[in-house]
């Protein structure tokens, strides 16, 4: 879908980055919802063209039964600025791979390790999956990063 980029390296998708213009596309191709993950993604982002009028059902989401080894992403929204992300495979030795910008309007999936710099003041919006398990549990730094 035009205005989505996967990012990939060796196969695996390192980030999904959702342009700030991914809106104008899906109204031009008249869909009113298109998903910008893939179906394996923990986080699933949809991209929604809703007209006036438009009513979803009420419901409630069922919850998984047991997950193990559930992989850890995060999705940031660019409300203002610009942002470099880098991004890392754990696969090479905790490598830098690629390197990309977002700005005001985008979104990106992080499915891989990363740093960020912001090149801009910038105010965004983060999500990831909790409970929160503590910094310590949370986090491990590549082993050959010299940030």
């Given at each position: 879908?035009?205005?989505?980029?996967?990012?990939?390296?060796?196969?695996?998708i390192?980030?999904?980055?959702?342009?700030?213009?991914?809106?104008?596309?899906?109204e031009?191709?008249?869909?009113?919802?298109?998903?910008?993950?893939?179906d394996?993604?923990?986080?699933?982002?949809?991209?929604h063209?809703?007209?006036?009028?438009?009513?979803?059902?009420?419901?409630?989401?069922n919850?998984?039964?047991?997950?193990?080894?559930?992989?850890?992403?995060?999705?940031?929204?660019?409300?203002?600025?610009?942002?470099?992300?880098?991004?890392?495979?754990?696969?090479?030795?905790?490598?830098?791979v690629?390197?990309?910008?977002?700005?005001?309007?985008?979104?990106?999936?992080l499915?891989?390790?990363?740093?960020m710099?912001?090149?801009?003041?910038?105010?965004?919006?983060?999500l990831?999956?909790?409970?929160?398990?503590?910094?310590?549990?949370e986090?491990?730094?590549?082993?050959?990063?010299?940030?």
């Amino acid at each position: 879908m035009s205005g989505v980029e996967n990012i990939e390296h060796n196969g695996k998708i390192l980030a999904v980055v959702i342009r700030a213009d991914v809106s104008k596309v899906l109204e031009g191709s008249g869909e009113k919802l298109k998903f910008t993950t893939p179906d394996n993604f923990p986080f699933q982002v949809g991209v929604h063209n809703w007209q006036d009028g438009l009513v979803i059902k009420p419901h409630f989401h069922n919850p998984f039964k047991e997950l193990r080894n559930f992989p850890v992403q995060e999705f940031f929204y660019v409300i203002s600025g610009k942002v470099r992300i880098d991004l890392y495979d754990d696969r090479e030795n905790d490598a830098k791979v690629y390197e990309v910008i977002v700005e005001t309007g985008d979104s990106i999936v992080l499915n891989t390790g990363h740093g960020m710099e912001s090149l801009e003041p910038a105010k965004l919006i983060e999500l990831k999956q909790g409970p929160y398990r503590g910094r310590d549990v949370e986090k491990r730094f590549p082993v050959n990063c010299n940030a």
